[in-house]
């Protein structure tokens, strides 16, 4: 927004008055403002590129918003009420979003904030076809490793089980990955549940739901101990 046009804006909300575009008639308001912006307008005042006097004119009740990177217990809120909304608008069946989905949610850093996450889940309700959304289903962007591999999927090395199907062994398998991680992060935390849920990026109750299911409440569990799929 130009000076100028700061100067006009900051008499229509000190005197309650202004001109139409053209116009020659003063008109009257009696307005509530409420305004909004993602800039450091006290900076942008010491740059002189915002009047300061409309600055403290604006500013009366300041409140702060932070990005929802930094409120990830919000997140399972937002994608319920969005689950909800995008199921009744697409017609689609999808009940719930598992925890391991969650947790991906969780661990993204979201510089669309809620938009974002909003255009996320309604991409994932669009191509869901079972009434669960599952971690597989999120963007490629969601997923992605974030320590600089190029992202490709870890090779099996173990023999093929020709006794179970595919899903028995995928599900298996990602248990197993889980519980190692989950088991290396805790023996760096000294087994602080909050600072090992800050470290995998996810919630902590999150993370307190996935130590019941792999069963490491009590302690981590060595990889030669690990339930054999």
């Known amino acids: 927004i130009s000076l100028e046009m700061q100067v006009k804006l900051l008499r229509a909300i000190q005197e309650g008055e202004f001109e139409r575009v053209g116009g020659i008639a003063t008109i009257k308001v009696d307005v509530r403002l409420i305004t909004a912006t993602n800039q450091d307008l006290r ?3 010491q740059d002189g590129q915002f009047r300061e006097d409309l600055f403290y004119r604006l500013n009366v009740v300041h409140i702060t918003v932070p990005p929802l990177r930094e409120r990830i217990d919000d997140i399972p809120l937002l994608a319920d009420y969005f689950l909800t909304k995008y199921n009744e608008r697409l017609n689609k069946g999808v009940e719930q979003i598992d925890e391991q989905a969650i947790g991906g949610l969780q661990g993204y850093s979201w ?6 996450l909003e255009n996320v889940i309604e991409r994932c309700v669009l191509f869901c076809d079972t009434e669960k959304l599952t971690y597989g289903e999120l963007p490629h962007e969601l997923t992605k490793p974030r320590d600089g591999t190029d992202g490709e999927a870890p090779q099996p090395t173990e023999e093929l089980n020709t006794e179970t199907g595919l899903k028995d062994q995928v599900k298996a398998a990602t248990a197993s990955l889980e519980r190692r991680l989950i088991n290396k992060a805790l023996e760096q935390t000294g087994r602080n549940v909050t600072k090992t849920a800050q470290l995998l990026k996810i919630s902590r109750k999150s993370l307190q739901t996935k130590m019941k299911e ?5 302690g981590p569990v060595p990889p030669s101990e690990e339930p054999k799929s």
């Open 43 to 45: 900076k942008r005042t």
């Open 111 to 116: 510089p669309g904030n809620i938009r974002e």
């Open 214 to 218: 792999l069963g490491l409440r009590d």
